[in-house]
């Protein structure tokens, strides 16, 4: 049983991460779409990709909140940025996410580990997989040439600046005493 059926409270916690999730994933793309790149940190890229990594850390939320169901909205999110953002970025969003999602979810079920450790452990599995489908899909990089690409180092680089971040923030929130709940 998903963890939003147990109560009223957690319903309504579950939406709001869920809305929220969508929110930021739409957020990011259009920032990436309508911004267009500049010298950020030496290298020519849109600024929107420093976003990038709130939206890897909200997906883990919404996976913790909302289990499997985070898959539509997942779906949900890249059919709105191909509908509303544009057509390239909505499919490089969308399979980006789909691949990134997959291994998160992986990472979630497998592990049974803490909401912390999964975070970790999930960025840092499934953020080289989405940045080389993203950059690549939006033709940002040369994908015979990946490794010595600063924009995907960048990329990389932020989204686990992002979910260090989010796992320092947690272990500090709990002492080893509390434990976070897997789901």
């Known amino acids: ?59 883990d939320y919404a996976q913790q909140a909302l289990g499997s169901l985070v898959v539509l909205l997942t779906l949900f999110a890249a059919a709105l940025t191909y509908l509303l953002i544009g057509k390239q970025i909505g499919i490089a969003s969308g399979l980006a996410f789909a691949v990134s999602e997959t291994i998160d979810w992986a990472v979630f079920k497998i592990t049974k580990r803490g909401l912390r450790d999964r975070i970790l452990i999930s960025s840092f599995i499934a953020i080289p997989f989405d940045g080389l489908i993203f950059l690549g899909y939006m033709n940002w990089m040369d994908w015979r040439h990946f490794w010595s690409q600063e924009i995907f180092w960048v990329h990389y680089g932020l ?3 992002a979910s260090i971040a989010m796992w320092i923030w947690l272990t500090n929130r709990f002492n080893n005493t509390t434990a976070i709940p897997a789901e």
């Open 159 to 161: 989204k686990m600046v």
């Open 1 to 59: 049983m998903l963890p939003i059926y147990r109560s009223p409270n957690l319903i309504i916690k579950g939406s709001a991460v869920g809305v929220l999730y969508v929110v930021v994933a739409l957020l990011v793309n259009k920032t990436i779409s309508w911004w267009p790149p500049q010298r950020v940190l030496g290298l020519e890229m849109p600024p929107g990709l420093l976003l990038v990594g709130a939206l890897f850390v909200m997906r």
